[in-house]
């Protein structure tokens, strides 16, 4: 079985990315261009001769992937990277234990196959597929567990610091009894010798990360890269400095957001007046400025307006980008025309694209990533007997159980038959008043309402012992559903990669890979277990 969906048909989607994906006017100009083979050739034509910092970026990828053993696919793609018509797309996430959830795979391999097609389908550019690794993110619960075959693993300690500069050093505790369990499945050696490489080896949490994806995707050619680092903040030091002074985002990106809310848009994350921590000394701490003094906050320590911009020269990376700011760093840094993402990550994005124009930056083609409900034999045998597609799994689940309840009724109370003769006869009664004595209204339209809620109770009776009725199929389809998304959440956010690599062994990485459409924006429902 397999089935899709466009993400803009999903009833729980923001209404932001469903207006995004089917090109609605009013949302223009939070945006480039769309996605097409065609566009990302206009993309590239215009980042080119915008991107200056090609050599250096080398250098540092160089420095950051020297320890690895690269593939015969990732040497030709760094290489090709310091070619002038070269071109990056790229994805990004935070170091979540084990990959953490489900979507993290599904991200990258969406990289990696819209490169892939983009390089078979024209010659006039190269498209290197990147990783760019939140190392500076703090949130350290975020990214501290994961669910392998259903249990919950945790790593359970106390960090305020940069995730990226976590030590590794008791994770053999935190995964030994995982890692035990891996033994007892087909591939599970396999992910085994990836964990020694990679949290059993490396001693901070970024350099784990780094070969635990390299080893998983190496031989797809994705490179990856870490911001956190002197050569990178060097470059992008007027932006810091722009936004600390001058607070020019927070003035242009405010503008949007007011856009945004009088389109009774969510607003996905609101600029601070200054969008950068300071870190030192393993804190990393919010700016402020009150009276031209720059504060850290949660510190002893304040700068004057002179003092902080030279430490901005001096210690460029003592400065780290918030979540606003990080895709302004991303762009500067990298020669990129695409960025794939969630739908939160689209939406913030979307809140940039007029500091973008302001800083001459080219902003990068959106992509919202696929998303996949992954079945297997059982589960869909179970959804052919209940005659379920695609579209009643992604309703609200009582939605779902009304149809199926419905659909296997020989009888249907017609409440909207009666509901409507009610009201006419109130109308009626309405005009017979007018015509006799008009403060006669009120009382009638309390008794409306009165035998309105009536039958709506009489409704509900009807329901509830329909239901019962059917009690069988309702169960069937809750157990079904639970299975389906855990906690009541999509599968691809709980769950993690790893029962299905210890399962599946590389073989599922590829599988995925062959089901993402890199230019639609859908879902797609299939069974793992016939790969079709």
Not at 41 to 52: D, G, M
């Amino acid at each position: 079985m397999k089935n899709q969906i466009n993400i803009a048909d999903i009833p729980g989607n923001s209404q932001l990315i469903k207006d995004y994906v089917t090109k609605e006017e009013k949302i223009a100009s939070l945006y480039g261009r769309n996605l097409s083979p065609k566009s990302l050739l206009k993309q590239a034509r215009e980042k080119i001769s915008n991107y200056k910092h090609r050599e250096k970026l080398i250098d540092e990828l160089q420095r950051q992937l020297k320890n690895l053993q690269l593939s015969e696919k990732q040497t030709i793609n760094l290489k090709n990277l310091s070619l002038a018509n070269s071109m990056t797309i790229t994805t990004g996430h935070q170091l979540n234990l084990m990959t953490g959830p489900l979507y993290f795979i599904y991200k990258i391999l969406q990289v990696i196959k819209l490169c892939d097609t983009m390089n078979e389908r024209q010659e006039e550019f190269k498209f290197i597929p990147i990783f760019w690794m939140a190392t500076e993110d703090h949130d350290f619960e975020e990214i501290n567990h994961f669910n392998f075959n259903r249990e919950f693993i945790s790593w359970n300690e106390k960090h305020h610091d940069y995730v990226g500069e976590i030590s590794t050093g008791g994770l053999k505790t935190v995964l030994s009894d995982f890692y035990e369990e891996l033994k007892y499945y087909p591939f599970g050696n396999d992910l085994r010798k990836i964990i020694e490489k990679s949290y059993y080896t490396a001693d901070n949490l970024s350099n784990a990360t780094r070969i635990l994806v390299h080893e998983l995707f190496k031989e797809y050619g994705l490179l990856f890269i870490d911001g956190n680092t002197e050569t990178l903040k060097k470059l992008f030091i007027p932006f810091i400095k722009d936004d600390i002074k001058e607070k020019k985002s927070y003035r242009i990106i405010s503008k949007t957001i007011e856009k945004l809310k009088s389109d009774h848009y969510k607003i996905q994350v609101n600029p601070r007046k200054i969008n950068f921590f300071y870190h030192k000394n393993k804190e990393r701490n919010r700016i402020d400025e009150t009276n031209g003094k720059y504060y850290i906050l949660g510190s002893c320590k304040n700068f004057s307006e002179v003092e902080i911009l030279e430490e901005i020269d001096k210690h460029p990376e003592n400065f780290s980008p918030n979540a606003l700011m990080r895709p302004v760093y991303q762009e500067v840094i990298l020669p990129n025309v695409a960025y794939i993402g969630g739908n939160a990550e689209i939406a913030y994005w979307m809140e940039l694209k007029d500091y973008f124009s302001a800083q001459n930056i080219p902003f990068p083609i959106l992509v919202p990533r696929n998303s996949f409900l992954l079945i297997n034999d059982n589960q869909e045998k179970r959804m052919k007997r209940l005659s379920l597609n695609i579209n009643h799994l992604f309703l609200p689940k009582e939605q779902t159980i009304n149809t199926l309840v419905t659909q296997n009724s020989s009888y249907i109370f017609d409440f909207a038959k009666y509901e409507s003769r009610l009201k006419d006869m109130f109308d009626d009664l309405l005009k017979e008043s007018a015509n006799t004595d008009p403060s006669w209204e009120n009382m009638i339209m309390a008794q409306k309402k009165k035998q309105l809620n009536g039958l709506e109770k009489i409704n509900k009776r009807f329901y509830k012992a329909n239901r019962l009725k059917h009690k069988e199929i309702v169960y069937n389809f809750e157990k079904l559903y639970e299975e389906l998304f855990p906690k009541g959440s999509w599968q691809e956010r709980v769950y993690n990669f790893s029962f299905y690599y210890a399962t599946m062994g590389s073989e599922f990485l590829a599988r995925i890979y062959n089901e993402i459409n890199e230019f639609q924006n859908i879902v797609t429902v299939f069974n793992l277990e016939k790969g079709k």
